[in-house]
């Protein structure tokens, strides 16, 4: 296989620092603008390096955009969490931090691991995904508008209120698009049904695990669906000493959020999470330990069902 050369990105919101590793174990270095010409311009330049394998850190929408832009001119290009690497940095004690010396940390991280390939989700994903959040967003302001509300001086009540207004004319909007955005796509519709067939599981729920955690087909099993939203169980244990489990929360914080209250409801409504919570009350569990195994298998069962393209129910054993 082709040695391909590392190169580690530094990425901010008006620029990014480039570092080339060559194969003599110097570094070419670059700065260029984060725009639409400035990465146009990397990729131009890059390429005179032959084949890289790019990698930087996942920091939100300034490192997916340069991402997938490089993945679909064929590049390998990797996310990778910024723990991992900033751990990496601790074990070499670096003395300097400057955009030029992470990406040449990040080019070294990636030489010596060779992190998976990233791929980034099909458009319709990215779209949803996008909508999501944008409501969750609005949801969030028209919380804050009402909390204000509850203690404003009467001088701005009229404001508060045309502000409410507006943001619920917004969310409204912002849901039949989300709506609509499914409904134009097969595959998500079809899924969208799938996961609504679980009793506890709804339409904002089905849409947040469909924007969050896009196809589940790509997780090998139900396992893998729990450790990516940070739900598995961390154990601490050392020597003689038995700490206490607890959840690892190194995951997806919007998907744990949007289970929740869903897996509150379930507890009541789905016969299989019901059972898993009564087993847990009556093993002296915190109320909260039962949500987050009712989180969890919800998660299973969504699993399930959309593997197996099958609708719930609760007497038939489902993929996981």
Same mark, same amino acid.
């Given at each position: 296989?082709? $040695? ?36 146009? $311009? ?37 996310? $990778? ?17 400057? !955009?030029?010396?992470? /990406? ?25 995904? /996008? ?8 949801? %969030? ?31 409204? %909007? ?18 969208? $049904? ?12 089905? @849409? ?12 090998? !099993? ?27 929360? @190194? ?39 039962? @949500? ?29």
């Amino acid at each position: 296989m082709m $040695e391909l050369i590392p190169v580690g990105v530094d990425i901010a919101k008006l620029k990014f620092d480039v570092a080339v590793l060559l194969p003599n174990q110097k570094y070419k270095t670059k700065k260029f603008p984060n725009t639409s010409a400035g990465c146009r $311009e990397f990729l131009s330049w890059l390429a005179r390096f032959g084949d890289c394998h790019v990698c930087m850190e996942a920091t939100g929408c300034y490192s997916t955009e340069l991402a997938t832009l490089l993945a679909d001119n064929g590049c390998c290009v990797s996310l $990778e969490n910024p723990a991992r690497i900033h751990a990496f940095g601790n074990t070499e004690l670096t003395r300097n931090k400057t !955009d030029k010396s992470d /990406a040449a940390l990040i080019a070294r991280y990636c030489a010596l691991y060779q992190p998976a390939p990233w791929y980034p989700a099909p458009l319709s994903e990215r779209q949803l995904t /996008a909508l999501v959040r944008h409501l969750r967003n609005l949801e %969030e302001m028209r919380q804050m508008e009402m909390n204000r509300l509850e203690a404003a001086d009467e001088v701005i009540v009229p404001s508060l209120h045309e502000h409410v207004a507006m943001l619920d004319e917004l969310i409204d %909007e912002t849901r039949k698009k989300i709506s609509q955005h499914i409904d134009d796509n097969p595959d998500l519709k079809r899924d969208r $049904e799938l996961l609504k067939s679980i009793p506890g599981i709804g339409e904002m729920l089905s @849409v947040s695990l469909l924007a969050f955690a896009g196809n589940l087909r790509r997780f090998s !099993d139900s396992k893998a669906l729990v450790a990516y939203a940070g739900l598995n169980p961390r154990r601490c244990e050392s020597g003689m000493w038995k700490g206490k489990s607890r959840l690892s929360k @190194v995951g997806h914080a919007e998907l744990r959020s949007a289970l929740y209250m869903p897996a509150v409801v379930a507890g009541r409504c789905n016969e299989v999470v019901k059972n898993l919570m009564d087993r847990l009350a009556a093993r002296g569990k915190t109320g909260k330990e039962r @949500v987050c195994a009712g989180m969890r298998k919800l998660l299973q069962l969504a699993y399930g069902v959309v593997k197996s393209g099958r609708e719930f129910n609760a007497e038939i054993p489902l993929a996981g």
